[in-house]
């Protein structure tokens, strides 16, 4: 695979990051680019940051021509969501409340409209009393070199390996693989024999300094993040599953999610630092949501949300075409990770505030068994239904607060469990395996899954917990996943790592299991770490 530079996926002039300063770099990432699509996207961020445009969006925003505009955005939409939004009386409930559904023929149309009037509403007000946002700081501070050694470690392990076969040869991660990471991966989730255990690291943030990156370009820059995942394939000598992902399509999403700056207070990143939640109480009863809708608690929008939403569409869209570019002729020898995400179990705790919702879950059960029954079920059809519309095999659940690390095992059933096994049902009937990434310590919670899931109908991705004991309460009933501690991967020796990995091997091997640390692989593991994986499969985890 060559780019009109003629450069390959196996040349080493590729660049990436920080890689990225010299005149051939950066006119290499600019051969990626589409000039007319920058300059729609340069006018979109003009129109919609430029004061003198949205002085006049506010003093017409009552006008006939907007509200003629407004009424056929509605009109438009609504006829896109029939069909779509099977339950549309709940999702109109979801955004809108009892209040405001009335007001609305559409679901998203007027979700979006009312993030754009509060935006134009918000900068009235900052304008009003002479309120200025300072830019954020960016700091450059070089990254560490996380891949140093990578040459010899890959050459040592996986001589002559080759990264992107031709002609639709199986790919092949270590050297004696008979079956596809896409094979291999399925016959893990059904609990059937296969060739070796899986190797399935959830990449993220260790893309922007396995790549030779930083953070700033990995939340911002799909070309640089694109082409650190091309490195982080070559110097990793690849895994079960391919790199591929961008911080900012996660934090400027202008939908309910916990990452999403539209509702939660993020900090932003610079080169060193990574975003940071700062998690307050944002609401005083869960009434407000029922009465208007989860657009009520739409946090203050400022240019730089808006400007990071229009940078994520067109980075989102650079980002694929570099991924293409090199992975497009493998990518359906991979499984995926996830293609769908419901995380309507952590909005509410996050929403209502750590310590006034750990009070709720003794004083106001029944309370927080209705807003989840709110707020579920409409994300879970919205959800499933964008799924199946990209022939998704897989569809994530993310939850953290509902963990043993909140709350007892009781509180847990009274309170998330009926509506979190809701969601994992909606997706198993759609024809979809669900990926439960569990953060924090489910130990406590297991037992449920196991009592009242069919068999094989989820990967449980763990995190604080020894695997050995989950394992113990789930035996065969599901495909196990990840729960090597961050400590371990990152300060503890290859050696260490290797040990662990070879105790999880021995015990669940045979039962589904698919190497990886917990939540995501951390952003600083040594390389040397990243290969003992590998080296613990090849050495325990054939069959």
Known sequence: ???????????????????????????????????????????????????????????????????????????????????????????????????????????????????????????????????????PKRKTNPPPKTYRGWKKLREEFQPNWDPIPADGQPVKILLTDSLTPLERMRKLVAGKPTDRIGFGPSWDYAVAYLGGSNIWEFCYDGIATGLACVNTWLRCGGSDWLPSSIGVGAYAIPYPDPHSRYYFKWNLPHDANFPQFLEKRLIESYQEIIDNGYNSTLQEITKRTIRDTIVMFRELYYHGKVINRYFGPIKNQFYPYSKGFISAFDLIPMVRGLIDFSRDVKKKKEEIHQIFEFITKPLTDIMVTLSKLMNAETCMIGCSRGSSTFMSPKDFEETHWKSLKYSINEINKAGMTCTLHLDNNWMGNLHYFVEELPKRSCILHLDQLDLVEAHKITSDHFCLMGAISLPLATRGTPTQLEEKLKTYIKEIGKDGLILASGCEIPVDIPIQNFYAYKKAISRYGRF
């Open 1 to 135: 695979m060559k780019s009109r530079f003629g450069i390959g996926i196996n040349d080493e002039r590729i660049p990436s990051g920080l890689m990225g300063k010299t005149t051939f770099a950066k006119k290499f990432e600019a051969s990626f680019r589409n000039p007319v699509l920058d300059t729609l996207f340069r006018n979109i961020n003009t129109i919609m940051l430029n004061d003198r445009c949205l002085n006049f969006f506010y003093h017409n925003r009552f006008s006939l021509p907007f509200q003629g505009i407004k009424n056929l955005v509605d009109w438009f939409v609504a006829k896109i969501e029939q069909g779509l939004i099977l339950n549309h009386k709940e999702a109109m409930l979801l955004f809108h409340g009892i209040n405001g559904s009335n007001q609305f023929r559409s679901v998203m149309g007027d979700h979006l409209i009312s993030i754009l009037e509060k935006y134009i509403m918000d900068w009235h007000l900052r304008q009003k009393y002479n309120v200025r946002i300072p830019p």
